[in-house]
């Protein structure tokens, strides 16, 4: 069974950084392109970022570009988002998924339970 | 970027209902056109990938249609359990960004 288990959200101040991460387990790591997808509080889903499965590519929506970092462990089945220069419109719950692809589509396939990063004073 | 409308944002209907949700592309994607569902407090879950494949374990009475930029969810006959809000996802720019749709909340 594919889990996926964020850790790392909390209270920061803006500006501060956090480092989220998500442990993988149920499924070979090192195959699969991995996303962030966040949710701020009574919002919509905003695709964040993603990485190949080797670590060597990876793509932001422009309004973390330059602040946060997508990076991967795959000898520990490990993702993570570095997350700086955090600002009150980061707020939200932070999903970790995996990217699946087939004949017809790429989609998030699996989700994790999401970690809630709160960016106030 | 690509962008993504639903419609309608909010749906009541009762259990038994025939039930459609639309979304629409800022631009041709052919049919690389993902819907999910979400219940409150929970992540969210794919329902339906490449505009009309159902994923595996979802039941029958979901369906999706379309191709190019108008694409359609349908619901047959609405359960209890389908309550919930519906996102369209586009994943035709090639892993970057995968935009989703604003969401649809189905209601009672």
């Known amino acids: 069974e594919v889990q996926l288990v964020e850790s790392g959200g909390g209270l920061v101040q803006p500006g501060g950084s956090l480092r989220l991460s998500c442990a993988a387990s149920?499924?070979?790591?090192?195959?699969?392109?991995m996303s962030w997808v966040r949710q701020a509080p009574g919002k919509g889903l905003e695709w964040v970022a993603n990485?190949?499965?080797?670590?060597?590519?990876?793509s932001y929506v422009d309004s973390v570009k330059g602040r946060f970092t997508i990076s991967r462990d795959n000898a520990k089945n490990s993702l993570f988002l570095q997350m700086n220069s955090l600002r009150a419109e980061d707020t939200a719950v932070y999903y970790c998924?995996?990217?699946?692809?087939?004949?017809?589509?790429?989609?998030?396939?699996?989700w994790g339970q999401g970690a809630l990063v709160t960016v106030s004073s | 970027d690509i962008q993504m409308t639903q419609s309608p944002s909010s749906l009541s209907a009762s259990v038994g209902d025939r039930v459609t949700i639309t979304c629409r592309a800022s631009?041709?994607?052919?049919?690389?056109l993902n819907w999910y569902q979400q219940k409150p407090g929970k992540a969210p879950k794919l329902l339906i990938y490449?505009?009309?494949s159902l994923q595996s374990g979802v039941p029958s009475r979901f369906s999706g249609s379309g191709s190019g930029t108008d694409f359609t969810l349908t619901i047959s006959s609405l359960q209890p359990e389908d309550f919930a809000t519906y996102f369209c996802?586009?994943?035709?720019?090639?892993?970057?960004?995968?935009?989703f749709g604003q969401g649809t909340k189905l209601e009672i």
């Open positions: 998924t995996r990217d699946d692809c087939s004949f017809a589509s790429c989609f998030q396939g699996s």
């Open positions: 149920g499924f070979t790591f090192s195959r699969y392109w």
């Open positions: 990485i190949k499965h080797d670590g060597s590519e990876n």
């Open positions: 631009q041709s994607i052919s049919s690389y």
């Open positions: 490449g505009a009309s």
């Open positions: 996802q586009q994943s035709y720019s090639n892993r970057r960004p995968y935009t």
